[in-house]
């Protein structure tokens, strides 16, 4: 064959664009490195024990039922364990209204499946998580940035978005919004907020798409609500057991109105049939033992103490540079550090991994690429030590190239 | 809110439709009933053992490794692993050229996305495997369908069909076979037609998209050879686990020219990240341990004797009938029965739910549903005293239709 090999694709897939962030790991996967670049949690966190004797029930007692096919909407019993981890939350849902994903990267690509024609738009962060933009684009949906401040998205922003594409006939398909801990930027949004960008959706019946993969990682401050629990038929959130449990399984579930729910199952039907039964067999019996909530405990004190390390150090470090900002996030993985004006956190990156020490540049967080002063810095995998020696470097970096 | 919920959806997801199979699942779940509808493997073939001590060995070894995130293209282990099962088919490739999938249901879906935009065509056999058809129907692929014999798809048909297409200016963006113990027929295309096809299909330059799951479970006749071997430029062949090691895992391999199958794992970076990279070390060390091999010599010997006797049982209880026909498998997990003129196997389904015995009805895999003398039989699943039983009440059935 001696053709032009890009006929044979959809425009979607000649659109597509590997991950930035992959692409970057690879380059910080050096020797004495110290990366604040990738998203992973600490692998202390894994609940090994809790998973072994998971795994003894299941051969012992459900092997041939663990091994087989099974339902699109996922195992019934673990729906039923995340109606009970929902009514937490104050939402009161059965499990019709909740499907299993395989995380909730599968989440994202669904809603971008059931939602976009060609063209179509919805509101997103600007910055927001590159894998919900990807999922989007791949369907060439057109995601329209909101700008964030350390509250998270700012309503006035959002309503003059959203009448701006109103007036041009362009309608979001949704709101992509994630209001705890945000990733990239590690902000969070308060309640009065939440009510506030909920009146404005309401207005033209937009749909939320809640993302909240950190929410029970909180370790300072007061749990907002879920905009889910406001209003739970505009409503549907994402979750996953990557970050609170461990991400190997790739198991999360999305919980919202039936109807909409319902549409996720007929595509996910044709997606990948159903989500590896075994690993949510193994789950449901982690979960009835306590895996979560005791595992919770000790990742919430692992991480409060890297991010406080984290957080003293810039105090430490950079605060006396001026124009320098940095959130202060209560929660999650990462924070958000926006260099002074004039500074370039893409022109930084090489100089940073020269130095030995990486992070993710925050162009790759904007819908348009199109701001260049900020970095996302993460803090669960690094340990305590990276940590200090790490924000020195990059204190030497940003230093030495003012 | 009091609004069309419809006015949300994308064109593709209003388009979707349930699986028929699993809808007619739910009205075989009655007790008594002898089912040959399903698709499942028999859970005395999933390797229990080999489960449990590929199992300790990942906890013992690479705990932290296999609860974490994976790369998209899947574990290296695993795919060295795949690239000597392929040297076994005759098909030297190297890793570049494999991606490890969520089960081949997820190499479809991904096959689906590189390639169609709304509208565009592709050839399939008529009938054909539904999920693949649910697939491409997703994204607003057109499957047209080209008749099969007891060799499979019909070399003239399918040449006769593409020039129709091309006249149309729709040209097909690829051709869809099932080579081996085909779904739903149950039919293998020997080598010489496997050539014409090949010939047929570089005339204009049309990818091969060679789904082959069952291809391992051979009971009699010769292997013929993959498409994949005699043309490795314009094939890409999908592969599962699901059945010839166990489901429940949801774990396959696409393999193919480098440039599609790249383009497949930027694909599936926005789609789920990665396959789960727990059950795949635990697969890579069963298969190191031979549980594949050791697997299929039981597999291969239960199948057969389970295709022996339904067979048997056809051919006692209904091969008199005038006009009636069935295929005769020399692999896989489905039969083919087709009623005599007239006779609708649509109509016949509820009845023969009534006497205790299912079936799918055969129209469920035609591109436009439009043949209903058909049904598929899989004898896979059900015990050797049910597959006796069942075929006798199913002949009763026929017989007390006519």
């Known amino acids: ?52 004797s998971a795994f003894g029930k299941v051969m012992d007692e459900e092997a041939h039922h663990a091994l087989q ?91 003059e978005t959203i009448a701006g594409l109103e007036a041009e006939g362009r309608a979001p398909k949704f709101i992509y919004i994630i209001p705890d801990f945000q990733n990239p930027a590690g902000v969070t949004i308060p309640n009065a907020r939440r009510k506030r960008i909920l009146e404005i959706a309401s207005k033209g019946d937009y749909l939320i798409i809640e993302d909240t993969p950190y929410r029970q990682l909180r370790y300072s401050g007061e749990h907002q609500t879920t905009f889910q629990s406001m209003a739970p038929d505009m409503v549907l959130s994402l979750y996953t057991f990557s970050k609170i449990l461990l991400p190997g399984f790739r198991l999360g ?84 550090l926006t260099l002074p004006e004039g500074m370039s956190a893409d022109d930084l990156f090489q100089k940073a991994v020269d130095k030995n020490v990486a992070y993710v540049p925050g162009s790759a967080f904007y819908p348009n690429n199109d701001y260049v002063r900020s970095m996302r810095l993460n803090f669960s995998y690094a340990n305590e030590e990276q940590i200090v020696e790490g924000v020195k470097r990059l204190a030497g970096v940003i230093k030495g190239n003012m």
């Open 253 to 336: 579930w999305a919980c919202g109105p039936h109807w909409l729910v319902d549409r996720m199952v007929m595509a996910k039907q044709a997606v990948d049939l159903c989500t590896p039964p075994f690993n949510q067999a193994l789950t449901h019996w982690m979960l009835v033992n306590g895996a979560l909530e005791e595992g919770l405990i000790e990742t919430i004190a692992l991480y409060d103490r890297r991010r406080r390390l984290m957080l003293e150090g810039l105090d430490r470090e950079v605060s006396d540079i001026p124009g320098i900002h940095y959130t202060r996030p209560e929660g999650g993985l990462f924070l958000w």
């Open 1 to 52: 064959m001696n053709i032009n090999r890009d006929s044979y694709f959809s425009d979607r897939a000649l659109g597509m664009k590997r991950s930035v962030i992959r692409e970057l790991l690879k380059l910080t996967a050096k020797p004495g490195i110290i990366s604040f670049a990738g998203g992973l949690p600490a692998p202390a966190t894994f609940p090994i024990d809790h998973v072994r």
């Open 69 to 159: 096919y099974g339902p699109t909407e996922g195992d019934i019993r673990l729906r039923e364990d995340l109606v009970r981890i929902m009514a937490r939350e104050g939402i009161e849902v059965t499990s019709d209204h909740i499907l299993v994903t395989t995380a909730s990267q599968q989440g994202l690509d669904l809603v971008g499946k059931v939602f976009f024609n060609p063209g179509d738009t919805c509101i997103t962060g600007s910055p927001t998580y590159l894998g919900g933009l990807q999922a989007f684009k791949s369907y060439q949906g057109v995601p329209v940035g909101v700008e964030l401040d350390d509250e998270g998205m700012i309503p006035e922003k959002l309503e």
